[in-house]
Structure formats: C-alpha cells, structure tokens
C-alpha cells in the first residue's frame, strides 16, 4: 500500500485543455480520408468541402488523395500582448489587425483585437482584389463571425474560432492557416512565425448558424489559451453532437507548460481507454481508465497531483516508479521537495 496525497493547486500560468478525439469526430475525420476527394467543392481553388454542409451543418477544408490541410502559423492581431513569447518575430507578414476588430471591440470586454498567443483562432476563407486572386466567403453559406469552429490535429481535438481571413499578400491563394496558440496547442512550441506543421493532416471543421457564436459568453479578456479555450468547451461539446449522431467527449490533461505535448500514437491519446500507462502515449499516464497528465516524482514518495481551474477543468499528474535515477533527480529539482506555497495547496490522504 503506497501512500497518496491530494494537492489542490491554482495554476496562475498558462493551461491547455486537449480532448482525446470523440469516436464521432474520429469517425468523421476517417470517412474524408478514406474519401479521398471533396464532391460538394464549394470553391475550386481551395476545396472548401459542403459534403456534409445539409445534414451536419459544417464545411471544413480537404485536399485530393486522402490529404486534408496544414497548419501555417498566424501572429496577426495585438502585438506584445498577454502570452507573447516572442516566437512571432520570425513571421514576415504579420498585421496588427484581424478580420473582425469591430465585433470583439462590440463584446464590451475592454479587448479590441484578437491576441494570437491567446485566441486559439483559425484563418477561414479568401478574401482579395489581386488579378485572378479566388474568392471564398464562408458566410456566403451561413458560417458566423467569430464562430466556433473544431480543429483535430496531432491525435486530439481543440475547440477555436474563426477570426481571420486570407489575404492576397502572397503570390497565391491559401488555406490551412491558424493562430500560434492553437498550433502549441496541436503541435507543441517548437513552432513560431516562420514554421508550422507541413503535413496535410489537420482537419478544420466550421460550423453554420448563429447558435455556434460563442459571443459575450466566451472569455475574450483571457490572459491565456487554456482560460479562453476553457469558456468555448461546452458550446464546442454541444455543437459536435451535429456530427454523425454525436460521442461523448473525453477532457484529457491540463498542464502548467505553455501547450499540451503532440501525440503521436492514435487510439493512444489524452482521454483514450488504459490499463496501464504502457497504453498511454509517450509522457502520458493511465488515471482511472483512461490516459492523461504527466509522469513526475516529488521526493522518494508516491504523489498524485490533481489540479483543478474553473475554466478549465481537471489535470492529473502522477509519478513512474520505474523513472532512471538521472530522470527521478530532474523531476525533482522540478518540483521540489515541499508543498506548493499558496493558501489553496491542502494535503489528504488517498486510498490505493
């Protein structure tokens, strides 16, 4: 019998909320693979995809031959605010504005502009005046300002807006584009301005109608993607239940670290189905059934941290035993050898 100890610990840093991707929205992304190609191609140039924009209600980006699209980094809004790390500086195309300034100044949260190191946001549609530039406007087919829309990348799922455009700064029209924020969230911070995710493996998922506006509800004044991330999860939720009859969803882990790490084992992701942590994905854990959080040691005892946020929900750590010595040192010198300081920190005991 080893001994536990519960930690309820307030994270002041940033947190990320991962899903494990619903069987629903697994199903989903399979079936557009397997497809190959779009038939409903609401633009050509693009392949903006209205398969299933009757019955489902969504558009989303696909390719030919199985690809779907990748993620290019977006810095465009507020400059040097909350979050900014400074991974921007090697983007040559970055703009202080966003496609919809107006409507989030209108939301009366003291934020007049999209922050990219805090608004998860993709860039939706094309827009330009340039000679045999091409056209899309997802509005034209019912797809809102500033709506929700659902991003599965790196074997899990992250809730996010549209909240740009593409412009014809380039030499050509292009999709696949989204806010540094959700591309840590994806992919982890080895990505800045200048450096995205290549493969067409990402599929970005728009929904139609007013009732995926997140509007006043979401926490735009957010200092971080987990806080802002974890206003839009339950209007998120709701609106995946359009897809294919709907599945549950499974929040995985939230992190005091600037993003979620990638997964690279599919079936094998934050929320998935375990044994034992051998089930889990590379640093992830098996907690109660399912994986999640981070494998770390604090002093020689067994500990299980479980954090709580009120915006975002519940994150799990919980040591390896089988950690080498030099490893055991890192974690804790990490942690540390006492309780965390605050007045939120309690210590119980738990049963094995």
Not at 192 to 209: M, Q
Request: with cysteine.
């Amino acid at each position: 019998m080893h001994s536990f100890h519960l930690l309820l610990l307030t994270f002041a840093t940033q947190l990320c909320v991962a899903m494990n991707v619903p069987a629903n929205i697994q199903n989903f992304y399979n079936n557009i693979k397997n497809a190959g190609s779009c038939s409903n191609i609401l633009q050509t140039a693009f392949s903006y995809c209205g398969d299933h924009l009757d019955d489902y209600g969504v558009i989303y980006l696909q390719g030919t031959d199985g690809a779907l699209a990748d993620m290019d980094i977006d810095c465009d809004g507020l400059q040097n605010g909350p979050g900014d790390d400074g991974r921007c500086g090697s983007s040559t195309d970055t703009q202080s504005q966003s496609s919809f300034e107006d409507i989030i100044s209108g939301y009366g949260q003291g934020v007049g502009e999209l922050n990219a190191f805090v608004h998860p946001y993709v860039v939706f549609g094309n827009e330009g005046s340039s000679g045999g530039y091409q056209n899309f406007n997802p509005q034209d087919y019912g797809v809102k300002p500033l709506s929700l829309m659902a991003v599965v990348c790196g074997g899990q799922m992250f809730y996010g807006i549209w909240g740009d455009e593409n412009g014809d700064d380039g030499p050509k029209a292009m999709v696949g584009e989204a806010s540094i924020s959700m591309a840590t969230l994806c992919f982890g911070d080895s990505v800045n301005g200048n450096s995205g995710h290549a493969d067409t493996d990402v599929l970005y998922i728009a929904f139609t109608g007013s009732d995926a506006v997140p509007g006043t509800s979401a926490k735009w004044d957010a200092d971080s993607v987990g806080e802002f991330e974890g206003s839009i999860q339950a209007l998120g939720d709701n609106l995946i239940q359009r897809i294919g009859g709907g599945g549950s969803t499974s929040p995985a882990s939230s992190s005091p670290s600037a993003s979620c790490p990638p997964c690279s084992w599919d079936g094998h992701c934050a929320g998935a189905s375990c044994d034992t942590a051998d089930d889990c994905d590379g640093s992830l854990t098996c907690i109660d059934g399912q994986c999640g959080g981070e494998k770390v040691l604090r002093d020689e005892e067994q500990i299980t941290y479980r954090s709580k946020s009120e915006n975002v929900g519940q994150a799990y750590f919980i040591e390896n035993v089988g950690l080498s010595p030099r490893k055991r040192q890192e974690n804790i010198a990490k942690v540390g050898p006492g309780k965390p300081a605050g007045d939120e920190a309690t210590d119980e005991p738990l049963d094995d």
